[in-house]
């Protein structure tokens, strides 16, 4: 049964990540016989230059009868002062909501020959191995009113924080049925001495925690939280939280890893479900060959295993990543830890050269 990815690979940086994806999948067709077809096309800054406009309408269209979606990232200085409806952030919004991707899965694992590689000691990161559950389709990105306007003489920016009750559920059922497959442990995070929408969150996680009793539930206020991924990141198994909150934590706990460059991300719905690496664009470093494909390439592990069931090529793709960092290689994002630093392009090449030789 052949399957169809779309790749966007969007704007700076993506452009290089992606291509390094595309040698692992054609890779992983031949060598598993799964019978894969592969179709390109412009989002963000990229889609805007040819375009005017972020995303095409035939685009969300191909995404959507696509078995998975492989983003890079996008936006740039070039497109900053683009009005709101014309920033390259607008298609990846656009893809999450008209994907119907409410879940965004973020982990963030130290590997062991990297612990020295984060800002904080060793000893408080060694054996981190955490999941962000982050809602990516509701609260603050996407809440109505919301917009500038002008009020008694002055400009008024409003952005409104709303949360459904069916929006808060599913996005927690996702967590503790990802929690269960894990340590067995959702830290649940938000404002509720504030805000009403994060009571609601509350109640509601409440209320179908009741269903997991094998799973331990604690809440967290979401300021607590930035404070404890620093005092003892290893205290976390998943956190559950809303999608702004989800949205700085998960760049936080990236550095735990030492770098954003390593960390993947998976973001599922009802349907077709994307890929993409945490990180951005990167402007300042884009068409060096010098980002860290690995983010990508773990998204492409993560693409295996949720959107095309294989579990194998996933398996492989990840353990080539660890005995590439345990061999002492990386990129410069990393370099003072690296034995031997590799570019964008050498680093694809590499983890392709290990799935080789240990299939
Ligand atoms: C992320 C990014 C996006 C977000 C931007 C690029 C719109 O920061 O995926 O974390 O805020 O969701
Ligand atoms: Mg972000």
Redesign the pocket.
């Known amino acids: 049964m052949s399957k169809k990815i779309v790749l966007l690979p969007g704007d700076g940086i993506g452009v290089e990540v992606v291509r390094e994806a595309e040698k692992i999948i054609s890779f992983i067709s031949e060598q598993y016989g799964v019978e894969i077809t592969t179709e390109t096309h412009l989002v963000g800054g990229a889609s805007l230059d040819a375009h005017d406009i972020p995303v095409k309408d035939e685009v969300i269209e191909a995404c959507k009868k696509a078995d998975a979606v492989l983003l890079g990232a ?2 740039g200085p070039k497109w900053d002062d683009y009005p709101p409806e014309k920033r390259p ?1 607008k298609a ?2 656009r893809l999450r909501k008209e994907l119907g991707l409410y879940n965004n899965l973020r982990p963030v694992m130290v590997f062991s020959s990297l612990k020295d590689a984060s800002p904080l000691r060793p000893e408080v990161v060694d054996g981190v191995d955490l999941l962000v559950v982050r809602e990516l389709t509701g609260g603050l ?1 996407f809440g109505q009113p919301k917009g500038i306007s002008e009020e008694n003489g002055e400009e008024v920016g409003v952005d409104t924080m709303r949360y459904t009750v069916s929006e808060i559920e599913r996005i927690t059922i996702a967590a503790f049925e990802a929690a269960q497959k894990r340590r067995k442990k959702v830290t649940s995070v938000d404002k509720a001495n504030i805000l009403a929408s994060s009571q609601l969150w509350r109640k509601t996680v409440n209320r179908i925690a009741k269903e997991y009793p094998d799973v331990e539930l604690e809440h967290m206020l979401v300021d607590n939280c930035a404070m404890q991924l620093l005092r003892n990141p290893g205290q976390f198994d998943v956190i559950l939280t809303e999608n702004m909150f989800g ?1 700085i934590l ?2 936080e706990a990236a550095m735990l890893t030492g770098s954003i460059g390593m960390l993947p991300s998976a973001s599922l719905g009802d349907g077709t479900g994307m890929y ?1 690496p ?1 990180h ?1 664009s990167a402007p300042d470093i884009a068409g060096k060959d010098i980002a860290n494909p690995l983010a990508t390439l773990a998204s492409v592990a993560l693409m295996f295993r949720y959107s095309l069931n294989h579990e194998k090529a996933a398996t492989a793709i990840e353990s080539a990543i660890s005995k590439v960092l345990n061999a002492g290689f990386n990129c410069k994002d990393m370099s003072r830890h690296a034995r031997q630093v590799l570019s964008t392009s050498e680093m694809g090449d590499k983890i392709l050269a290990t799935m080789k030789a240990s299939s």
């Open positions: 996008v936006g952030e990846l919004l990105y949205d998960s760049d993409e945490v951005g």
